[in-house]
C-alpha cells in the first residue's frame, strides 16, 4: 500500500486524484450537508493498493474504480462515525 495525501471533503482534491474518483469523491461530497454549528467537515484519505487508488472518507465511505475506471461508492459500516 502506498499512503497518498488527506484533504477535508469540500475541498479541491489534490491533483493526485483520478478525475473519474474525483467525480465520485465531488458526489459523497454532494451530499454532506454543511454544519450549521461549525463543526469541521470530515477528511478524506487518498491510498493506492496495488496501483488502484481508494479514497476514505472519516465516516466509512470509500470510493473506488472498478474494473471498467468508474466511480464505486461503498460504506464500511465496522469504520467511521455512521
Not at 1 to 19: H, I, K, Y
Not at 26 to 48: E, F, K, S
Not at 68 to 77: F, K, L, S, W
Amino acid at each position: 500500500m502506498q499512503l497518498g495525501t488527506r484533504w477535508t471533503s469540500g475541498d479541491e482534491p489534490p491533483r493526485a486524484v483520478p478525475d473519474a474518483l474525483g467525480r465520485g469523491i465531488a458526489g459523497v461530497d454532494a451530499t454532506i450537508p454543511a454544519d450549521a454549528l461549525g463543526q469541521p467537515r470530515p477528511r478524506w484519505t487518498l491510498t493506492w493498493l496495488e496501483g488502484r487508488p481508494i479514497a476514505e472518507l472519516d465516516t466509512g465511505i470509500i470510493v473506488t474504480l472498478d474494473e471498467d475506471g468508474e466511480p464505486v461508492v461503498r460504506h464500511d459500516p465496522d469504520d467511521g462515525f455512521a
